[in-house]
């Protein structure tokens, strides 16, 4: 089942071209601490920098490392002003809510988000996380389920990704 909201998101993505998937690259968790050190010299060491996504799953997804900054809503704003300083323009912005700079480093795509600890999407994408490290049969399922879809549009990737976070998170609550 996909809400409205998703389904509209849905709707701006491409529905040509093909999602790349690619193995687990057993260097990200290093790849990630590099940059982690790098943000937190920038923010201060007390600034939490998380590993998300398949890579800190240990499965098959797309080639990047995602990693996300929570912060508060009073914090939002400046942090997002001390990332542009060192990372320039963000790629993509949600007031309040995340903002997204995209990085390259040494051939591996980097996705960081600044996100508001308080936003039901970062409070659901955490619970999502927390069901898959602790559900090994769910885990599986994911990354055949990202692995089946290579080569798929990134509308239909998405769709298919969303109706399985969708169900696990009625699952989980």
């Not at 060192?86 to 997204?100: M, Q």
């Not at 619970?127 to 990354?143: G, N, V």
Request: neutral net charge.
């Amino acid at each position: 089942m996909i809400t409205r909201e998703q389904e509209e998101w849905l709707s701006h993505l491409s529905d040509t071209g093909s999602v790349k998937i690619v193995p687990f690259d057993p260097k990200s968790d290093q790849k990630f601490e590099n940059i982690k050190r790098q943000i937190q010299s920038l923010l201060g060491n007390e600034t939490e920098v998380l590993h998300r996504g398949a890579s800190a799953l240990g499965i098959s997804g797309q080639p990047e490392i995602d990693i996300y900054i929570p912060v508060s809503a009073k914090r939002f704003d400046h942090v997002v002003s001390e990332m542009q300083i060192k990372f320039g323009k963000p790629y993509s912005v949600y007031p309040l809510e995340r903002t997204k700079f995209i990085l390259s480093v040494d051939g591996t795509k980097l996705e960081i988000m600044v996100v508001n600890e308080s936003c039901k999407s970062w409070t659901n994408n955490e619970i999502f996380y927390e069901y898959m490290k602790k559900h090994p049969d769910a885990l599986e399922q994911y990354r055949k389920l990202k692995e089946d879809a290579a080569g798929h549009s990134n509308r239909a990737y998405y769709r298919r990704k969303i109706e399985f976070i969708n169900d696990i998170m009625s699952r989980a609550k």
